[in-house]
Protein backbone atom coordinates (compact mmCIF):
# COMPACT_ATOMS: atom_id res chain seq x y z
CA UNK A 1 0.00 0.00 0.00
CA UNK A 2 2.71 2.65 -0.34
CA UNK A 3 1.33 4.06 -3.01
CA UNK A 4 -1.36 6.03 -0.51
CA UNK A 5 -0.83 9.23 0.10
CA UNK A 6 -0.33 11.03 3.79
CA UNK A 7 -3.50 10.21 5.81
CA UNK A 8 -3.98 11.80 8.95
CA UNK A 9 -7.18 12.82 11.31
CA UNK A 10 -5.60 16.20 11.36
CA UNK A 11 -4.91 19.25 8.99
CA UNK A 12 -1.63 20.09 10.55
CA UNK A 13 0.48 22.40 7.50
CA UNK A 14 3.22 24.05 8.09
CA UNK A 15 4.28 27.55 6.69
CA UNK A 16 7.19 27.69 4.40
CA UNK A 17 7.34 31.31 3.46
CA UNK A 18 9.44 32.65 0.74
CA UNK A 19 10.61 28.41 0.28
CA UNK A 20 7.02 27.79 -0.43
CA UNK A 21 6.59 25.95 -3.61
CA UNK A 22 2.83 26.11 -3.51
CA UNK A 23 1.63 28.94 -6.03
CA UNK A 24 -1.68 29.93 -7.79
CA UNK A 25 -2.21 30.98 -11.19
CA UNK A 26 -4.51 32.43 -13.58
CA UNK A 27 -5.01 34.28 -17.03
CA UNK A 28 -6.94 37.16 -17.93
CA UNK A 29 -8.29 38.38 -21.57
CA UNK A 30 -5.18 39.95 -22.50
CA UNK A 31 -3.22 37.13 -22.18
CA UNK A 32 -1.56 38.13 -19.63
CA UNK A 33 -0.40 35.42 -16.89
CA UNK A 34 -1.01 35.90 -13.05
CA UNK A 35 0.52 34.66 -10.06
CA UNK A 36 0.00 34.54 -6.31
CA UNK A 37 2.06 33.31 -4.00
CA UNK A 38 2.18 33.90 -0.04
CA UNK A 39 5.91 35.39 1.97
CA UNK A 40 6.56 35.99 5.01
CA UNK A 41 2.86 36.50 6.56
CA UNK A 42 1.80 38.69 2.97
CA UNK A 43 0.09 37.16 -0.39
CA UNK A 44 1.79 38.42 -2.92
CA UNK A 45 0.62 38.84 -6.94
CA UNK A 46 2.69 39.70 -10.00
CA UNK A 47 1.82 39.57 -13.95
CA UNK A 48 3.65 38.01 -16.78
CA UNK A 49 2.71 39.28 -20.40
CA UNK A 50 5.47 36.95 -22.07
CA UNK A 51 3.86 33.43 -20.58
CA UNK A 52 5.90 33.77 -17.99
CA UNK A 53 9.61 34.31 -19.10
CA UNK A 54 9.43 37.66 -16.88
CA UNK A 55 7.14 38.74 -13.89
CA UNK A 56 6.40 42.28 -13.34
CA UNK A 57 7.16 43.69 -9.33
CA UNK A 58 4.75 42.07 -6.91
CA UNK A 59 2.36 43.99 -5.04
CA UNK A 60 1.59 42.76 -1.76
CA UNK A 61 -2.63 42.11 -0.83
CA UNK A 62 -2.71 42.25 3.04
CA UNK A 63 -0.61 45.19 3.88
CA UNK A 64 -0.37 43.61 7.65
CA UNK A 65 1.23 40.27 7.87
CA UNK A 66 -0.71 37.17 9.35
CA UNK A 67 -0.08 33.39 8.87
CA UNK A 68 -0.96 32.18 5.79
CA UNK A 69 -1.64 28.71 4.88
CA UNK A 70 0.10 28.33 2.29
CA UNK A 71 1.42 24.28 1.80
CA UNK A 72 0.04 21.84 -0.78
CA UNK A 73 -3.98 21.81 -0.66
CA UNK A 74 -3.96 24.81 1.18
CA UNK A 75 -2.48 28.03 -0.60
CA UNK A 76 -3.74 31.72 -1.75
CA UNK A 77 -5.96 31.14 -4.56
CA UNK A 78 -6.68 34.20 -8.00
CA UNK A 79 -9.17 34.71 -10.42
CA UNK A 80 -9.29 37.42 -12.65
CA UNK A 81 -13.21 38.21 -13.60
CA UNK A 82 -14.19 39.37 -17.07
CA UNK A 83 -13.58 43.18 -16.72
CA UNK A 84 -10.12 42.97 -15.18
CA UNK A 85 -11.01 42.89 -11.88
CA UNK A 86 -8.56 40.53 -9.31
CA UNK A 87 -9.81 38.76 -6.80
CA UNK A 88 -7.59 36.60 -4.04
CA UNK A 89 -8.72 34.24 -1.28
CA UNK A 90 -6.53 32.91 1.24
CA UNK A 91 -6.66 31.26 4.66
CA UNK A 92 -5.38 32.51 7.79
CA UNK A 93 -4.07 30.03 10.22
CA UNK A 94 -5.14 31.24 13.63
CA UNK A 95 -3.35 30.35 17.45
CA UNK A 96 -5.87 27.57 17.95
CA UNK A 97 -5.04 24.42 16.40
CA UNK A 98 -6.70 23.52 13.07
CA UNK A 99 -8.21 27.37 13.59
CA UNK A 100 -8.86 29.76 10.84
CA UNK A 101 -10.50 32.65 8.98
CA UNK A 102 -11.11 32.84 4.87
CA UNK A 103 -9.92 36.27 3.41
CA UNK A 104 -10.68 38.09 0.60
CA UNK A 105 -9.17 41.02 -1.31
CA UNK A 106 -9.47 42.58 -4.42
CA UNK A 107 -7.99 45.01 -7.27
CA UNK A 108 -9.97 46.82 -9.41
CA UNK A 109 -7.20 48.74 -11.01
CA UNK A 110 -5.52 45.89 -12.93
CA UNK A 111 -3.26 44.84 -9.81
CA UNK A 112 -1.69 48.02 -8.89
CA UNK A 113 -3.07 48.08 -5.56
CA UNK A 114 -5.76 46.12 -3.49
CA UNK A 115 -8.52 47.26 -1.66
CA UNK A 116 -8.77 46.51 2.63
CA UNK A 117 -8.65 42.97 2.74
CA UNK A 118 -11.74 41.35 5.00
CA UNK A 119 -12.91 37.89 6.11
CA UNK A 120 -15.73 36.79 4.32
CA UNK A 121 -17.45 34.42 6.71
CA UNK A 122 -20.04 36.42 9.44
CA UNK A 123 -19.07 33.22 11.96
CA UNK A 124 -15.95 34.60 13.66
CA UNK A 125 -15.84 31.48 15.93
CA UNK A 126 -12.12 30.97 16.37
CA UNK A 127 -12.62 27.15 14.71
CA UNK A 128 -11.89 25.39 11.24
CA UNK A 129 -12.73 27.68 8.55
CA UNK A 130 -9.94 26.38 6.19
CA UNK A 131 -9.22 25.55 2.65
CA UNK A 132 -10.77 27.97 0.55
CA UNK A 133 -11.77 27.86 -3.06
CA UNK A 134 -12.84 30.68 -5.38
CA UNK A 135 -14.56 30.46 -8.32
CA UNK A 136 -15.84 33.48 -10.21
CA UNK A 137 -18.64 32.45 -13.10
CA UNK A 138 -19.02 34.02 -16.33
CA UNK A 139 -21.64 36.68 -14.75
CA UNK A 140 -19.07 37.57 -12.80
CA UNK A 141 -20.73 36.00 -9.70
CA UNK A 142 -18.35 35.43 -7.23
CA UNK A 143 -18.16 32.41 -4.96
CA UNK A 144 -15.84 31.39 -1.78
CA UNK A 145 -16.18 27.96 -0.38
CA UNK A 146 -14.12 26.24 2.34
CA UNK A 147 -14.08 23.49 4.82
CA UNK A 148 -16.16 24.41 8.36
CA UNK A 149 -16.27 22.58 11.51
CA UNK A 150 -19.10 24.87 12.94
CA UNK A 151 -21.59 21.71 13.02
CA UNK A 152 -19.13 19.26 14.73
CA UNK A 153 -18.30 21.23 17.83
CA UNK A 154 -22.25 21.63 18.39
CA UNK A 155 -22.89 18.38 17.97
CA UNK A 156 -19.98 17.64 19.82
CA UNK A 157 -21.40 20.20 22.66
CA UNK A 158 -24.92 18.57 22.37
CA UNK A 159 -23.57 14.69 22.86
CA UNK A 160 -24.37 13.94 19.15
CA UNK A 161 -22.03 12.63 16.45
CA UNK A 162 -21.06 13.94 13.71
CA UNK A 163 -18.15 12.28 10.93
CA UNK A 164 -16.01 14.63 9.44
CA UNK A 165 -16.40 18.63 8.66
CA UNK A 166 -19.18 20.34 6.37
CA UNK A 167 -18.69 22.43 3.61
CA UNK A 168 -19.71 26.04 4.00
CA UNK A 169 -19.89 28.61 0.90
CA UNK A 170 -20.49 32.21 0.10
CA UNK A 171 -21.70 34.53 -2.52
CA UNK A 172 -20.99 37.75 -3.97
CA UNK A 173 -23.14 39.67 -6.59
CA UNK A 174 -21.40 43.40 -6.38
CA UNK A 175 -17.83 42.84 -7.71
CA UNK A 176 -16.45 41.55 -4.67
CA UNK A 177 -17.69 44.52 -2.69
CA UNK A 178 -19.24 42.11 -0.04
CA UNK A 179 -20.23 38.75 0.63
CA UNK A 180 -23.65 37.40 1.35
CA UNK A 181 -23.87 35.40 4.82
CA UNK A 182 -22.66 31.96 4.64
CA UNK A 183 -24.56 28.96 3.75
CA UNK A 184 -23.82 25.35 4.31
CA UNK A 185 -23.42 23.01 1.57
CA UNK A 186 -22.98 19.91 2.45
CA UNK A 187 -22.32 18.05 6.15
CA UNK A 188 -19.79 15.26 6.78
CA UNK A 189 -17.07 16.65 4.60
CA UNK A 190 -13.16 14.63 5.01
CA UNK A 191 -11.56 17.92 7.30
CA UNK A 192 -8.72 18.52 4.71
CA UNK A 193 -8.84 17.64 0.92
CA UNK A 194 -8.98 20.46 -1.32
CA UNK A 195 -12.22 21.92 -2.96
CA UNK A 196 -12.81 21.56 -6.43
CA UNK A 197 -14.85 23.95 -8.19
CA UNK A 198 -15.85 25.33 -11.62
CA UNK A 199 -18.98 27.18 -13.99
CA UNK A 200 -20.94 26.63 -16.45
CA UNK A 201 -21.55 29.23 -19.13
CA UNK A 202 -25.05 30.44 -17.71
CA UNK A 203 -23.50 30.97 -13.81
CA UNK A 204 -23.85 27.70 -12.47
CA UNK A 205 -21.03 26.62 -9.95
CA UNK A 206 -20.00 23.36 -9.46
CA UNK A 207 -18.07 21.59 -6.10
CA UNK A 208 -16.87 18.68 -5.86
CA UNK A 209 -15.08 17.18 -2.10
CA UNK A 210 -14.11 14.21 -0.65
CA UNK A 211 -16.85 13.68 1.47
CA UNK A 212 -17.51 11.34 4.62
CA UNK A 213 -20.74 8.68 3.80
CA UNK A 214 -21.88 6.43 6.08
CA UNK A 215 -19.17 3.93 7.17
CA UNK A 216 -16.48 6.53 6.95
CA UNK A 217 -16.42 5.63 2.82
CA UNK A 218 -14.58 8.30 1.65
CA UNK A 219 -15.72 8.96 -1.76
CA UNK A 220 -16.42 12.55 -3.23
CA UNK A 221 -19.57 14.27 -3.21
CA UNK A 222 -20.69 17.02 -6.07
CA UNK A 223 -23.62 19.69 -6.01
CA UNK A 224 -24.39 22.77 -8.28
CA UNK A 225 -25.04 26.03 -6.75
CA UNK A 226 -27.47 27.69 -8.33
CA UNK A 227 -28.12 31.62 -9.14
CA UNK A 228 -31.42 33.13 -7.41
CA UNK A 229 -34.07 33.17 -10.39
CA UNK A 230 -32.94 31.01 -12.41
CA UNK A 231 -35.51 28.28 -12.48
CA UNK A 232 -33.82 25.75 -10.06
CA UNK A 233 -34.26 24.81 -6.89
CA UNK A 234 -32.12 27.07 -4.25
CA UNK A 235 -31.02 23.96 -2.01
CA UNK A 236 -28.29 22.57 -3.81
CA UNK A 237 -28.91 18.30 -4.33
CA UNK A 238 -25.71 16.43 -3.00
CA UNK A 239 -24.17 14.02 -5.44
CA UNK A 240 -22.04 11.12 -5.05
CA UNK A 241 -19.73 11.11 -7.32
CA UNK A 242 -17.46 8.20 -6.77
CA UNK A 243 -18.31 5.03 -5.29
CA UNK A 244 -14.70 3.71 -4.81
CA UNK A 245 -15.99 2.61 -1.06
CA UNK A 246 -12.60 3.81 0.41
CA UNK A 247 -12.95 2.95 4.45
CA UNK A 248 -10.56 4.63 6.24
CA UNK A 249 -11.00 6.68 9.22
CA UNK A 250 -8.45 10.08 8.53
CA UNK A 251 -8.13 12.30 5.70
CA UNK A 252 -5.65 11.67 2.56
CA UNK A 253 -5.12 15.22 1.89
CA UNK A 254 -5.76 14.51 -1.79
CA UNK A 255 -8.01 16.70 -3.70
CA UNK A 256 -9.88 16.25 -6.62
CA UNK A 257 -10.08 17.83 -10.26
CA UNK A 258 -13.13 19.20 -11.83
CA UNK A 259 -13.90 20.89 -15.20
CA UNK A 260 -17.21 21.24 -17.40
CA UNK A 261 -17.88 18.92 -19.97
CA UNK A 262 -18.44 20.10 -23.59
CA UNK A 263 -22.57 19.57 -23.61
CA UNK A 264 -22.76 16.22 -21.43
CA UNK A 265 -21.84 17.29 -17.63
CA UNK A 266 -18.24 17.33 -15.92
CA UNK A 267 -15.14 15.52 -16.28
CA UNK A 268 -13.95 14.21 -12.86
CA UNK A 269 -10.28 13.07 -11.33
CA UNK A 270 -9.41 12.15 -8.21
CA UNK A 271 -7.54 9.78 -6.19
CA UNK A 272 -9.35 6.73 -4.79
CA UNK A 273 -7.52 4.51 -2.17
CA UNK A 274 -10.02 1.32 -2.00
CA UNK A 275 -9.32 -1.99 -3.11
CA UNK A 276 -5.86 -3.53 -3.99
CA UNK A 277 -5.04 -1.11 -7.22
CA UNK A 278 -5.33 2.22 -5.30
CA UNK A 279 -4.85 5.14 -7.22
CA UNK A 280 -6.13 7.85 -9.56
CA UNK A 281 -9.60 7.32 -11.66
CA UNK A 282 -10.94 9.50 -14.19
CA UNK A 283 -14.55 9.76 -14.89
CA UNK A 284 -17.18 11.82 -17.18
CA UNK A 285 -20.05 12.70 -15.09
CA UNK A 286 -23.92 12.99 -16.53
CA UNK A 287 -24.66 16.38 -15.60
CA UNK A 288 -28.81 15.51 -15.90
CA UNK A 289 -28.81 11.60 -15.22
CA UNK A 290 -25.72 12.05 -12.48
CA UNK A 291 -24.25 9.15 -13.50
CA UNK A 292 -20.68 8.27 -14.10
CA UNK A 293 -18.89 6.55 -16.59
CA UNK A 294 -16.78 3.31 -15.48
CA UNK A 295 -13.74 4.59 -13.76
CA UNK A 296 -10.47 4.57 -15.78
CA UNK A 297 -7.43 4.09 -14.05
CA UNK A 298 -4.44 6.33 -14.46
CA UNK A 299 -1.35 6.78 -14.07
CA UNK A 300 1.50 4.68 -12.45
CA UNK A 301 0.20 3.85 -8.85
CA UNK A 302 3.53 2.57 -7.85
CA UNK A 303 5.00 6.16 -8.60
CA UNK A 304 2.52 7.85 -5.94
CA UNK A 305 0.46 9.02 -8.88
CA UNK A 306 -2.12 11.77 -7.80
CA UNK A 307 -3.10 14.99 -7.25
CA UNK A 308 -4.59 15.62 -10.63
CA UNK A 309 -5.33 18.87 -12.90
CA UNK A 310 -8.02 18.98 -15.73
CA UNK A 311 -8.70 21.61 -18.70
CA UNK A 312 -11.72 21.21 -21.00
CA UNK A 313 -12.27 23.55 -23.84
CA UNK A 314 -14.91 22.63 -26.32
CA UNK A 315 -13.92 18.68 -27.68
CA UNK A 316 -10.35 19.05 -26.02
CA UNK A 317 -9.36 17.97 -22.87
CA UNK A 318 -6.33 17.59 -20.79
CA UNK A 319 -5.31 16.07 -17.64
CA UNK A 320 -1.70 16.41 -16.13
CA UNK A 321 -1.03 14.08 -12.99
CA UNK A 322 2.44 14.29 -10.38
CA UNK A 323 4.68 11.15 -9.87
CA UNK A 324 7.51 10.04 -8.41
CA UNK A 325 10.73 8.95 -10.35
CA UNK A 326 13.88 7.35 -9.65
CA UNK A 327 15.87 10.22 -9.16
CA UNK A 328 13.01 12.83 -8.89
CA UNK A 329 9.66 13.67 -10.08
CA UNK A 330 7.41 14.33 -13.15
CA UNK A 331 4.46 15.63 -14.05
CA UNK A 332 2.80 13.41 -16.67
CA UNK A 333 -0.53 14.37 -19.19
CA UNK A 334 -3.02 12.95 -21.17
CA UNK A 335 -5.66 14.72 -23.67
CA UNK A 336 -8.40 14.16 -25.43
CA UNK A 337 -10.07 15.31 -28.71
CA UNK A 338 -13.23 14.31 -28.05
CA UNK A 339 -14.74 15.15 -24.45
CA UNK A 340 -12.75 12.55 -22.82
CA UNK A 341 -14.55 9.13 -24.79
CA UNK A 342 -10.79 8.19 -25.61
CA UNK A 343 -7.54 9.38 -24.37
CA UNK A 344 -3.67 9.46 -26.10
CA UNK A 345 -1.33 8.19 -24.30
CA UNK A 346 0.42 9.79 -21.05
CA UNK A 347 3.57 11.20 -21.81
CA UNK A 348 6.23 13.27 -19.20
CA UNK A 349 5.71 17.36 -19.85
CA UNK A 350 8.22 17.88 -16.63
CA UNK A 351 10.91 16.21 -15.26
CA UNK A 352 12.93 17.50 -12.03
CA UNK A 353 15.52 15.95 -9.41
CA UNK A 354 14.17 18.53 -6.88
CA UNK A 355 10.80 18.91 -5.66
CA UNK A 356 7.77 19.85 -7.77
CA UNK A 357 4.25 21.38 -6.58
CA UNK A 358 1.09 20.28 -8.50
CA UNK A 359 0.18 20.92 -11.68
CA UNK A 360 -2.39 23.31 -12.80
CA UNK A 361 -3.55 24.03 -16.47
CA UNK A 362 -4.13 27.02 -17.77
CA UNK A 363 -6.41 28.41 -20.79
CA UNK A 364 -3.71 31.22 -22.20
CA UNK A 365 -5.61 32.86 -25.37
CA UNK A 366 -7.18 29.45 -26.02
CA UNK A 367 -3.80 27.66 -25.55
CA UNK A 368 -3.67 24.43 -23.16
CA UNK A 369 -0.50 25.49 -21.25
CA UNK A 370 0.81 23.03 -17.82
CA UNK A 371 2.05 24.94 -15.40
CA UNK A 372 4.24 23.73 -12.20
CA UNK A 373 6.21 25.51 -9.83
CA UNK A 374 9.61 23.98 -9.01
CA UNK A 375 12.24 23.71 -6.60
CA UNK A 376 14.99 23.65 -9.47
CA UNK A 377 14.17 25.69 -12.21
CA UNK A 378 11.22 28.18 -10.80
CA UNK A 379 7.79 27.93 -12.66
CA UNK A 380 7.56 25.92 -15.32
CA UNK A 381 5.17 26.56 -18.23
CA UNK A 382 4.68 23.65 -21.04
CA UNK A 383 2.20 23.66 -24.04
CA UNK A 384 -0.16 21.36 -23.68
CA UNK A 385 0.15 18.84 -26.92
CA UNK A 386 -3.20 17.05 -28.69
CA UNK A 387 -2.79 13.27 -28.87
Known sequence: MGCLPQVSAHEAHVEQGAASLAVSLATDTDG??????????????????DAGQHFSTEVAVNPTPMKVAADAEARPKIAVASNGNLY???????KKPFAGYIWFA???DGGKSFETPYIVHHDRAEITHRFDALQVAADDTITVAWVDKRDLLAAKAAGKPYDGAAIYYAVSTDQGKSFASEKKLADSSC????????????????VLWRHVFAGSERDHAMAEINRPGAGKPAKPAIIRASHGRWKIDGCPHHGAALA????????????????????????????QAWVTTPPRRIGDPKKNAGHPALLSVG?????????RSSDGMEILTMASLDGGKTWGLPTVAVHSAGKLDYPQWLNLRGQALLAVNSAEKG???????AP
Open 260 to 287: VGEGFGYHLAYFDGAGDKPGLRLVRMDG
Open 379 to 385: LLLVPGT
Open 106 to 108: RSV
Open 315 to 323: DKVWLAWQE
Open 191 to 206: ECCRIAMTSKADGTVA
Open 88 to 94: LSWTESL
Open 32 to 49: RLWQARASKGQVWVSYSE
